[in-house]
């Protein structure tokens, strides 16, 4: 069984930065792609990022391009997000997911889901 767990979550204050690790587990290949999307109270789920773990290949939303990087360890099974200049707009449950393939039809407030998911891990931007 796939399995995803993410983790690093935290209290920071804005402008500071975070970094969340994605510990994934029971990939039949390594062509999947891990995809990071985050929801915030009383808002729709927002895909943020997606590396593939074939090849590195990364794509961002909008909102946070040019602040996060996702990087992937694939001797540590781990995808990282590091986030910095974090905004309060920032705040939200934050979590990993896996599929096959990144595309752009996960970034976004697309509502579409990736096949597996691991809990989530709060991020609280204020000061």
């Known amino acids: 069984d796939v399995q995803l767990q993410a983790s690093g979550g935290g209290l920071v204050q804005p402008g500071g930065s975070l970094r969340l690790s994605c510990v994934h587990s029971?990939?039949?290949?390594?062509?999947?792609?891990i995809g990071w999307f985050r929801q915030a109270p009383g808002k729709e789920r927002e895909g943020i990022s997606c590396?593939?773990?074939?090849?590195?290949?990364?794509m961002y939303s909008d909102s946070v391009k040019g602040r996060f990087t996702a990087t992937s360890d694939n001797a540590a099974s781990t995808v990282h997000l590091q986030m910095n200049n974090l905004k309060p707009e920032d705040s939200a449950v934050y979590y990993c997911?896996?599929?096959?393939?990144?595309?752009?039809?996960?970034?976004?407030?697309?509502?579409?889901?990736?096949?597996?998911w691991g809990k989530g891990t709060q991020v609280t931007v204020s000061s």
């Open positions: 997911a896996a599929d096959l393939v990144c595309s752009t039809y996960y970034m976004g407030y697309t509502g579409n889901r990736m096949d597996y």
């Open positions: 590396i593939s773990l074939s090849d590195g290949s990364t």
């Open positions: 029971g990939f039949t290949y390594d062509g999947f792609a």
